[in-house]
């Protein structure tokens, strides 16, 4: 079975760039979580998504980011404009039930 | 509120020794999961062990261990006669059991070093 898969791996931006992350979930796994991971903390949920509606954006800054998943399978997050303190590893995650298979992240810089 | 505390920012051991990683967790939740994920250089999250609420049996899968304790709020991990492959950050992690709201909330994680 194929795990999550995420592109890219690595971006690098300046400051006020956008930037968007792609996002495919495990066949048949009808929930993907975004979370942000700022270097040296634990993820953070930015957002959930059953199908393709919204559970939980609460922590989405949606001033800056948006987050998308058509369809109810692949899912797409935006950054924009993209912040220093952006900076940071975003992990795709999926389930069925209640375990949550995490992608490798995309790892963003921000200059 | 939810919340994982990791009080161990780093640990660092030779190998073949036993050490432990503390997570305490603070929840309303009568009804809850826990979790331990490993995290190596790569960056994915692998996921190690789930222990329910109303579960306090330790348990035990090779060299690691985790002891459950619900009057203390702790759900520790030992590993025993560590190895360099152990090397990574370890994160604990809570999520409560109501259908629809299934987000997890991690602790700040330990570094753990296993030196040859």
């Known amino acids: 079975e194929a795990g999550v898969a995420q592109s890219p791996r690595y971006k690098i931006i300046e400051k006020r760039q956008s930037v968007a992350f792609w996002c495919n979930p495990i066949?048949?796994?009808?929930?993907l979580y975004w979370y942000q991971q700022i270097l040296g903390q634990g993820p953070k949920l930015l957002i959930q998504?059953?199908?393709?509606?919204?559970?939980?954006d609460s922590q989405l800054p949606k001033d800056r980011f948006s987050a998308e998943r058509l369809k109810g399978v692949d899912s797409t997050l935006k950054i924009q404009p993209a912040k220093l303190e952006d900076s940071a590893v975003y992990l795709c995650?999926?389930?069925?039930?209640?375990?949550?298979?995490f992608g490798p992240g995309t790892r963003l810089t921000v200059l | 509120a939810q919340k994982v505390t990791q009080a161990q920012t780093e640990i660092s051991v030779v190998e073949k020794e036993d050490v432990t990683l503390d997570c305490v967790y603070e929840?309303?939740?009568?009804?809850?999961?826990l979790f331990w994920y490993k995290q190596p250089p790569s960056g994915e999250l692998v996921f190690l062990i789930r222990?329910?609420?109303?579960?306090?049996q330790n348990e035990i899968s090779g060299r690691y261990s985790w002891n459950f304790q619900k009057s203390t709020s702790s759900f520790n991990f030992t590993i025993t006669a560590s190895q360099v492959v152990d090397s990574a950050v370890y994160f604990c992690?809570?999520?409560?059991?109501?259908?629809?709201?299934?987000?997890?909330?991690f602790g700040q994680g330990t570094r753990l070093t296993i030196n040859p």
């Open positions: 995650a999926s389930s069925r039930g209640v375990q949550q298979y």
């Open positions: 066949s048949g796994h009808a929930t």
């Open positions: 998504f059953q199908n393709n509606g919204v559970v939980d």
């Open positions: 929840t309303r939740d009568t009804t809850y999961y």
């Open positions: 222990r329910n609420s109303f579960d306090e």
């Open positions: 992690a809570l999520r409560n059991i109501i259908q629809g709201a299934q987000k997890l909330v």
